[in-house]
């Protein structure tokens, strides 16, 4: 079974030989600095440089093991076509919005539309051209930026979170106009060749907004994304959430995504329990990617897949500096699990 093809029955529901090693890329960056060494591709030229961004998922793919393919590096693509200056870091930073957009929620008339055809947005696009090229048994997934989080890259997030509470129309206006641009880069990136969508919010977490304000304002949001692409393209979603998911509660049920996938602080039971009938992915700890040794990453590996995940991946952005080593455990654990029924 080709890395795509495990991938996408996983995502339909179905049960694949084994559950594959995914990082989708976007928040989920998969790429780190002895990747970037070893194929002489490095950030921040990557982040503008299709060529460059291609080699550089292709070699997390090739040499860390990650049975995906994804981009972008970043979650500041949409928020700079919007018109948010960004600094975009050095070889151990991913890219940050410098200022605000907006001074206030209201100020919609300061954003642009995000233009596909040029800048970032294009490098993104013509990097997924080159990999459908170039490996074809790899899926690519699209990863774009939830509304909350593109949202309070546009804006100073506590004037946002005030809004919440305060001026609920400004925040579903910002909501839809984000969701708009997100579709509009997502689309692109589909029509290139991307396989499937991951959907990333860690600004929409239950510990921030709690539980009544992803009901409002979060949830009819993503799920008008993820089945835009269901219903547009039949392309499958992944919705990432950060921080403790706990405390959404029964909320996380009325996703209407594909795969959901949580941060380290929630069990794979808890987030059976939580979402059941939906692809289960996560969930390993990205402090441990990082500092831990390969033999204890491979039992954290071993215990998600004894717990039924569906689809293993980290539970969070791996950081730059993590060893490849380590990622080859996590990737070795799961090809040696016992095939399924």
């Not at 547009?232 to 909320?251: E, M, N, Q």
Request: charged share 20%.
């Amino acid at each position: 079974m080709t890395h795509k093809e495990r991938l996408l029955k996983a995502l339909g529901g179905e049960a694949p030989d084994r559950a594959p090693f995914i990082c989708p890329g976007g928040m989920m960056t998969m790429v780190v600095t002895e990747v970037m060494e070893a194929v002489g591709c490095f950030w921040p030229e990557a982040h503008l440089d299709p060529e460059k961004m291609a080699a550089l998922t292709l070699g997390a793919n090739r040499l860390a093991g990650i049975e995906n393919l994804g981009i972008p590096f970043c979650m500041t693509v949409e928020a700079e076509a919007m018109g948010a200056p960004i600094d975009l870091g050095h070889k151990e930073c991913e890219p940050r919005v410098t200022r605000y957009v907006m001074d206030k929620m209201e100020e919609l008339d300061r954003l642009t539309f995000i233009d596909v055809t040029k800048g970032r947005a294009k490098t993104c696009v013509t990097a997924v051209r080159i990999l459908k090229e170039q490996s074809k048994e790899v899926p690519i997934i699209a990863s774009l930026t939830g509304p909350v989080s593109l949202a309070t890259s546009l804006v100073d997030p506590l004037l946002y979170y005030r809004a919440l509470r305060l001026n609920k129309e400004a925040v579903h206006n910002l909501n839809r106009l984000a969701v708009k641009n997100a579709l509009a880069f997502g689309d692109a990136l589909v029509e290139a060749g991307a396989d499937a969508i991951c959907i990333a919010d860690p600004s929409a977490t239950g510990d921030l907004i709690g539980r009544a304000a992803f009901d409002e304002f979060v949830l009819p949001c993503i799920n008008m994304m993820t089945e835009h692409f269901r219903g547009r393209y039949g392309k499958p979603s992944i919705v990432h959430i950060c921080g403790d998911a706990k405390r959404l509660g029964a909320v996380l049920q009325g996703l209407s995504a594909e795969a959901v996938s949580v941060d380290s602080v929630v069990g794979i039971p808890n987030l059976q329990s939580m979402v059941p009938g939906k692809v289960t992915m996560g969930n390993i700890s990205t402090f441990a990617l990082e500092r831990g040794e390969p033999a204890k990453l491979a039992k954290m590996a071993q215990q998600c897949l004894r717990h039924g995940v569906d689809i293993l991946a980290p539970a969070c952005g791996i950081s730059p500096k993590t060893p490849v080593k380590n990622i080859l455990a996590v990737a070795e654990a799961a090809v040696q699990a016992p095939e399924r029924a």
